[in-house]
C-alpha cells in the first residue's frame, strides 16, 4: 500500500472514523468495552503501528470483496462471451485447463509495462491455455485507428499478434504513421489491410467490447481474466502465479 493512503486511512480513523478504530481495537488488541475516549486515543498513540495494521487489513477486506463480486459477475455472463471472436482475438487450445483474457488500449502505458509478462506467458503457453485479446480503446482517436488496424490484420496469415506485440511495445502514441510504419514492420499485405479497413464489422466489434467491458464491470485497462479471476491493472510474473493457483 503506498505511503499517501496510509497517510489518508491514518487521518480519517483518528478524526472523523475514530470509532471505526475503536471497534476494531477491541477486536484485534483486547480493548475492553466500556474504555474511555481517553485511554483508547492514549493507546493508539503510543502503538500507532495499529492503525496501519487495521488500514491494511481494511484493504485487504475491500479487495477481497471486490474480487468476489467481480468472479460473480464473471460467471454470470460465463467465460464463452469473452471468447467470441466476434469480439476477442482468440487463439489456443478450445479445451485448455488455463484461460486468459485482457482488455487493451495501444496507448495505454499500464497495458505496455505488463507487455513483457503476457509475451512470455503466451510463448510458453500457447499450446496449453486459451486466449482473448480484446480490443477495448479508451484514449480516443489514435487509440480507436490503432484497435481497428489490429482488427483489419486478423485475416493475414496470423499476423494480429506480430502487430499486437510490435504496436504494445512502442514507447510513443501510435499516431498514424507509427501504425502503418509496424503494420508494414509485421510482415502484412498494406493493399489488403486497407480494403478490410473499409469493413464497417471492425467498428461493431469495437462497439461489442465496449458493451462486454461495462456488463462485466470494466472500467480501465489493463483488466486481466485468468481463470475467471479478475485482475484490474498491470501485472507481473508473481501476478499469473498467483492468480493460476
Partial sequence: ???????????????????????????????????SDARIH???????EVLVDMSDQLQKQQADKEQQEHRAVIAKLGLK???NPSVAYVTGPANAKNTFVEFF??????????VATVKKFYNAHKNDTRFAFIEFPIFGHDSTAAARV???ARGQDNLYLTLHFLLMGEANTIDT???FADAKKAGLDMAKLDAALSSPGLDQIIATG??????ARIDGTPTF???????PGEISDADLKTLLK
Wanted: charged fraction near 10%; include cysteine.
Fill in 1 to 35: 500500500m503506498n505511503e499517501q493512503w496510509k497517510t489518508v486511512v491514518i487521518g480519517g480513523v483518528i478524526g472523523a472514523a475514530f470509532s471505526l478504530a475503536i471497534v476494531f481495537a477491541f477486536g484485534w488488541f483486547g480493548i475492553l468495552p466500556g474504555a
Fill in 42 to 48: 492514549q493507546y493508539l498513540v503510543a502503538h500507532p
Fill in 81 to 83: 462471451r469473452f471468447f
Fill in 105 to 114: 488500449d495501444y496507448n495505454c502505458i499500464h497495458c505496455r509495462n505488463s
Fill in 150 to 152: 489490429a482488427l483489419a
Fill in 177 to 179: 504513421n507509427l501504425l
Fill in 210 to 215: 465496449h458493451k462486454l467491458a461495462e456488463e
Fill in 225 to 231: 481474466i485468468i481463470n475467471g479471476k479478475m485482475h
